[in-house]
């Protein structure tokens, strides 16, 4: 599993764009098919890219997460973002 830091300091892990689409759509099917009271507990909303963002700072400005970073934050429950390295 890969870390990444954000600009406000919230480290999260990485997804690749279509890993994040792929679990999306997994999820999007699985809610479609959800009686209303358990889509209720949902907050009625399927999942989209918009929530793959910081959650602290709800942006997306990402670099990869030192072993410090992670350190700090171990333990924590972390969210899925979307970031993909630039290869050059
Ligand atoms: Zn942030």
Redesign the pocket.
């Known amino acids: 599993m890969k870390h990444v830091i954000?600009?406000?300091g919230?480290v999260s892990f990485a997804l690749t764009k279509q890993e994040a689409e792929t679990e999306i759509q997994r999820f999007n099917t699985w809610f479609d098919n959800q009686p209303y009271k358990t889509r209720e507990m949902y907050g009625n909303r399927r999942s989209s890219l918009s929530e793959y963002l910081?959650l602290?700072?709800g942006?997306g400005?990402f670099k990869p997460a030192s072993q410090e970073e992670i350190a700090k934050i171990w333990g924590c429950t972390i969210n899925p973002v979307v970031y993909e390295e630039v290869v050059e």
Do not use: A
Request: hydrophobic share 10%.
């Open positions: 954000c600009k406000c919230w910081c602290r700072c942006k400005d």
